[in-house]
């Protein structure tokens, strides 16, 4: 069985009143439901062994591989007008102090290193 990106709840919901999605609306719930990158690409290669409809195919496999090379020009950092931004996300600390990098490696170890949840985005820095 797919295990779909909801919560337990809603998956138990689903399950007791029948409801069955068919795999274009499951596609769907792993593009907008899934939190992270890792897990949206898992849920869908899982997906495409599932699915014999070959226009959805198609799209998951066009889908995959359009995350797979944003993440990869995510990570590298030619340009030295792009930062990253990592900020930990902690219960205790309503406005967290966000650390900056220039590459995403740098920021995911040190992110790693504090221990804590972080978001990480990417931004163009620009001097007026």
Known sequence: MFKLPVSDYVADYYKK???EFTYRQQARLCWTGASLLKEQLELLRELLTLSDDTDLNA???????????????FMT??????????TPISDDDDDPEPEYFSQAENAIAYGKAIGEAFSLEKRYFYCL
């Open 17 to 19: 009143r029948g409801i």
């Open 59 to 73: 799209e998951i496999r066009e889908r995959i591989t359009f995350e797979e090379e944003s993440l990869k020009y």
């Open 77 to 86: 950092n030619n340009n030295p007008a792009i930062i990253y931004i990592l």
